[in-house]
């Protein structure tokens, strides 16, 4: 009875194996902004900022596709784009404070529109926050309501039902000039 028993139980796991794998979370890649544009584009302190998607030959559109499907993890600041309150479903999500807003967008392939899987809530504009997700790039355009009106911004990536979370610092974040009204934001200084 007992090597019935012992094989049983052996059958069962090997039965179950495969349904385990499938079930396993996928392997998270921790990235950083300069992972979503070409090598050969400056990055935005070497282009002097702002960098602007004009000063850039393809205009900022050359995207990653080698993170597509991809499950990512990337720190930037959240800009809301559908909000109700202090709730957001919708943010752009960019690598530096005051980006959009009275400042230079940033090129589409460093503008990551985010959905998180729940809402999330948000104490200010600008939060720095660490998005997990699965990656997929593609332009998409979004209406972004600001100060001085509406902006339509393009991002070159997408990451829906997005695990969001707080975060103290943006570790590859660009330190914005001394004369840029938005330096008070930033938490990271060097």
Same mark, same amino acid.
């Given at each position: 009875m007992r090597i019935c028993l012992t094989s049983t139980v052996a059958l069962a796991i090997v039965l179950?194996?495969?349904?385990?794998?499938?079930?396993?979370?996928?392997?998270?890649a921790h990235i950083f902004w300069k992972d979503l544009?070409?090598?050969?584009?400056?990055?935005a302190e070497d282009a002097g900022l702002p960098m602007i998607a004009a000063k850039l030959p393809d205009h900022g559109e050359t995207l990653s596709v080698n993170?597509?499907?991809?499950?990512?993890q990337l720190a930037g600041y959240a800009l809301p784009v559908d909000r109700e309150g202090d709730l957001v479903y919708q943010f752009l999500l960019v690598p530096w404070t005051g980006a959009c807003s009275h400042m230079p967008t940033p090129p589409p392939n460093q503008i990551v529109l985010v959905t998180p899987a729940h809402p999330y809530k948000m104490s200010e504009a600008y939060q720095p926050v660490s998005v @997990?997700? &699965?990656l997929q790039?593609?332009?998409e355009k979004s209406q972004l309501f600001i100060l001085?009106?509406?902006s339509v911004i393009q991002s070159g990536y997408t990451v829906r039902k997005a695990e969001v979370a707080s975060v103290d610092s943006v570790?590859? @974040?660009? &330190?914005?000039?001394v004369n840029s009204p938005w330096s008070f934001l930033n938490k990271n200084k060097k």
């Open positions: 179950l194996l495969p349904i385990a794998s499938v079930n396993a979370s996928p392997e998270t544009r070409p090598a050969t584009q400056a990055i993170l597509q499907d991809k499950t990512v @997990t997700g &699965t790039p593609g332009m001085d009106g509406v570790p590859d @974040t660009v &330190t914005l000039p």
